[in-house]
């Protein structure tokens, strides 16, 4: 595993394109988040300091940053769907096969490289996370601090899911720019089916079939924060509920979508003569 | 002998084609194999199919005692296919460093092989940066960076210039000498007469022969012939029953034997009939020439 994992951490971290996208994922969205939670003076006009809304509080800064920093997961996304075309353009795929690699152990080094970057990236947010959290809130027990961090986890499995789709688009149209315009048209597919089951049905029945579509699934991981937090500023805010807890079945779905993009990149890859 | 590659009844379609079709031989280790056959015979196919890149249509093939899986089995081959392939933007020693990686080998053979290769002054510049040439002779030392069992070529010297021809050339020949088992496939007949000691002839994917070079057309090869006394020497030839078919282009008389006869003898019976040879030669079918018969015949 951890041979599979040298091999394709070479193959991207000497691309100097691949280099600076990583960069990218992995930086920009701390920056970000490091950016917004300091105090802004506008030339005097009047102070931005996003933490008085309470945003940096535990446990919400666990929901807010994972929210916002999966974002982010585009520039990876490009780096993933990248990984896979240019060895097919290089015909590198072929001469790793005839090196030795077997069909299996590609798609595991890909799969691992996810993985792994992944988890970094959850790591990486979980330290901010918990930095803006100790300096704005006042709490400091621990079992307060680390309530709802099953948003770090949806935040994994989120990033694992949505890279896993992006290899199986790679491995299947062959060339980065066509697969993630795929990316896009299957985004627009989502929607355009939600459009039509709600024409013929309803908007509830919709809901629920499309809670079940790939990007969507990887969506509902980690819901929109925005409600929460006006449900917590409004007074009546019990009025209208809104699930945006991390629920089992939708990391089931997640997972379902995973395992199945990963397989059908391997049967792609198994029946393909190169 | 001890088998490396057994290949049997392979066939591989590609929608209406058929690319090859039930084709079996064996590669035994120590004897240098050329695959022959003009341009889409079926032999990048072949190599395809037992390197792993190609799936067959039907029939199998096993590396060596047949015990090891194909990816484990390509650990102990050297394959170079049609073009080198490698990351463009890292340097010789970076790729050949990832081969290595795969391959389980240790680094310090990638010294060892680009200094074979006469590329070590050029090891930390980037694969983009070479000249066709060496980067055919980056592939080389790759696949030789296993000490492999076998050495797989497939058209090594396509697109170079006679320099680079020459190089690869010699490089194969010192390979040769070292007891490397070698496959190459080629349209080029006389790189293939220089190198191999046992071929097989592919057309539209069938095969035509496989065996030994020089028993690949069972001749007792011919005479060249020349003298004063054309009409004569013809007359001659075609009543004796050691000659079959005989050829005349201007003065020169070509005879081919039927059962073995050397120069001397010839040359002793002629001049016992009072025919003066003023040109005799005594050859054998060169590997071009019996190729070309062996796939017009059939």
Redesign the interface.
């Known amino acids: 595993m951890l ?1 599979l994992l ?2 394709e951490l ?2 991207l971290l ?3 394109a691949s280099k600076v996208l990583i960069f990218i994922s992995f930086i920009l969205p701390f920056f970000v988040i490091i950016l917004s939670s300091l105090r802004i003076n506008f030339f005097g006009f009047f102070v931005l300091e996003l933490g008085d809304y309470g945003l940096f509080n535990f446990p919400i800064v666990w929901h807010i940053t994972t929210f916002f920093a999966s974002q982010f997961k585009f520039f990876f996304a490009i780096v993933v769907v990248s990984m896979i075309g ?1 060895e097919y353009s ?3 795929l ?10 299996k ?1 590609f798609i595991l080094s890909k799969f691992y490289t996810i993985i792994f970057f992944s988890a970094v990236a959850t790591i990486l947010i979980f330290l901010i996370c918990l930095f803006i959290g100790l300096y704005y809130s006042s709490i400091n027990e621990a079992h307060l601090i680390f309530r709802e961090t099953e948003f770090l986890f949806a935040y994994f499995l989120k990033l694992v899911g949505f890279f896993s789709l992006c290899l199986f688009l790679g491995m299947l149209v062959k060339r980065s720019a066509f697969a993630l315009a795929f990316l896009f048209v299957l985004y627009i597919l989502e929607w355009i089916i939600f459009g039509l089951i709600t024409w013929k049905a309803n908007v509830d029945i919709a809901e629920k079939i499309q809670n079940f579509f790939p990007l969507k699934s990887m969506y509902k991981l980690i819901d929109q924060p925005f409600q929460r937090i006006a449900i917590s500023k409004a007074p009546n805010g019990q009025e209208f509920l809104y699930d945006f807890a991390v629920h089992w079945h939708e990391i089931a779905i997640v997972l379902a979508w995973t395992a199945l993009f990963i397989f059908l990149s391997y049967r792609l890859l ?5 | 002998m001890e088998s490396i590659l057994t290949i049997n009844n392979l066939t591989k379609k590609f929608g209406y084609l058929t690319a090859v079709k039930d084709l079996s031989f064996t590669i035994n280790k120590g004897n240098v194999y050329g695959i022959l056959g003009p341009n889409g015979s079926g032999k990048s196919t072949t190599l395809g199919i037992v390197l792993n890149v190609v799936n067959e249509t039907a029939g199998d093939f096993h590396w060596f005692d047949g015990n090891v899986s194909t990816h484990d089995a390509l650990k102990k081959v050297g394959a170079i296919i049609e073009r080198p392939n490698f990351y463009p933007y890292m340097t010789a020693h970076q790729n050949l460093k990832l081969v290595c990686k795969i391959k389980g080998v240790d680094y310090s053979k990638i010294q060892e092989k680009l200094e074979v290769v006469g590329l070590l002054d050029r090891k930390d510049h980037k694969f983009k940066t070479y000249s066709l040439g060496m980067k055919q002779r980056l592939a080389i030392a790759s696949a030789l960076l296993n000490d492999p069992e076998i050495l797989i070529l497939d058209e090594p010297t396509n697109g170079l210039d006679p320099q680079g021809i020459h190089q690869i050339r010699q490089i194969i020949k010192d390979i040769a000498n070292n007891g490397t088992t070698i496959l190459l496939a080629s349209h080029l007949l006389d790189e293939v007469e220089k190198v191999c000691s046992h071929v097989v002839v592919l057309r539209k994917g069938e095969k035509l022969y496989s065996g030994r070079v020089d028993e690949m057309i069972s001749s007792h090869g011919f005479f060249e012939l020349k003298t004063e006394k054309q009409d004569e020497l013809i007359h001659l030839l075609e009543n004796h029953k050691s000659f079959g078919n005989i050829k005349v282009e201007d003065t020169l008389i070509t005879a081919f034997l039927n059962d073995p006869m050397d120069a001397e003898t010839f040359n002793k019976l002629m001049f016992d009939k009072g025919i003066i040879l003023s040109h005799l030669v005594k050859r054998k079918e060169s590997l071009e020439e019996q190729f070309l018969q062996l796939t017009d015949n059939n």
């Open positions: 041979r040298q091999l070479q193959k000497l691309n100097r240019n290089n015909k590198t072929k001469q790793n096969l005839i090196d030795g690699l077997s069909k152990e198994k029946k393909r003569d190169l």
